[in-house]
């Protein structure tokens, strides 16, 4: 699988996500995944504080997971791993977490349920512009500082609070923000019905052009829309269609289809790879239900598209 440089790290371009284990996905699945993603060579594991819990009561159930299957495999120091915290609360999501006493705890919780004495990337899950970009930035130095992170991120920030954030680690001496994460796939969604996750647009694009900041994009396969939709047609399920079914979308699935007769390579290998071949470090991070789906992302690990080939296909 190919790599990007992530911090001084080389880490694999597809990332797993583990948005359901602990939760719909069941541990006994969890595990089988986890094992044949790093037999393909994976080493990229992006969790969460609420990953797993978004149907049960629980807390970390995700980490726990990961944590448990990392400590039987003594594969700690193979793992590049990612986790986040901030998130409001489920049940109300307009309730800011990102006090230093919320990101400091919801930090050592994250540890301990991994299983860790650190994590190579933590993120804040959310952002709040009420609160003073100057006092998140001094807390999210102090987990670089005393060792719980190697490097700090964020997710779901628009890129002016990024770049503010940036200004003020550098005048003060801090921890910079290597990374952002946020929705990214090469089919653009016709809505997102979360009023706080933030998609990739012309100024976040032209902030990573500028800064060369590390991307990680989540829903990178747009729910695998235009791969089904090149296989099924007019039997693609009506829901997937709503969501992503536009004039825009329709003519990207017919360029995509030039480059496939081009290369050989599949639909969801170009989508992906149209992410992973960007001109500043990014990553896909990536779902699967089961160990065979990850094997038919095989491909796209080991793909990269020509500039030529990115412009044609779709420019932000």
């Known amino acids: 699988m190919l790599t990007h440089a992530f911090g001084n790290r080389q880490v694999s371009v597809i990332g797993l996500g583990s948005g359901e284990f602990g939760g719909t996905c069941a541990e006994s699945l969890a595990r089988d ?8 060579g994976g080493c990229f594991l992006d969790t969460a504080r609420v990953y797993g819990d978004f ?13 448990r299957w990392m400590t039987a495999r003594h594969c700690r120091d193979r793992i590049f791993l990612s986790t986040k915290g901030g998130h409001p609360p489920l049940q109300d999501m307009t309730r800011s977490r990102l006090s230093r006493e919320e990101i400091r705890r919801d930090m050592a919780e994250s540890l301990e349920d991994l299983q860790t004495d650190h994590v190579d990337i933590y993120w804040l899950h959310r952002d709040d512009p009420r ?7 001094e807390t999210l130095h102090s987990l670089v500082e005393d060792g719980s992170t190697r490097m700090v991120g964020v997710s779901n920030w628009h890129p002016d609070r990024i770049l503010e954030a940036l200004r003020y680690a550098r005048d003060h001496g801090l921890a910079e923000i290597s990374a952002n994460q946020l929705q990214f796939s090469l089919a653009r969604p016709l809505h997102i019905a979360d009023p706080s996750l933030v998609a990739m647009d012309a100024d976040s694009y032209r902030m990573h052009m500028e800064t060369r900041m590390v991307c990680c994009c989540f829903s990178s396969q747009a729910r695998c829309f235009l791969s089904r939709l090149d296989r099924l047609g007019p039997d693609t399920p009506e829901s997937l269609r709503r969501a992503y079914e536009s004039p825009e979308n329709l003519a990207i699935l ?9 290369t050989g390579m ?3 290998a170009i989508a992906l790879s149209y992410l992973t071949s960007q001109p500043f470090p990014t990553f896909a991070l990536v779902g699967a239900r089961s160990p065979e789906q990850l094997l038919d992302l095989k491909e796209a690990g080991d793909a990269r598209l020509t500039q030529a080939q990115l412009d044609f296909i779709r420019k932000i």
């Open 33 to 40: 995944i986890l094992d044949t993603y790093t037999e393909l």
């Open 55 to 67: 149907v049960t009561p629980k807390n970390g159930e995700s980490e726990k997971v990961i944590g």
């Open 131 to 137: 609160r003073d970009v100057g006092e998140i930035a």
């Open 254 to 262: 017919e360029r995509v289809r030039t480059v496939r007769r081009e």
């Open 266 to 268: 599949s639909v969801r």
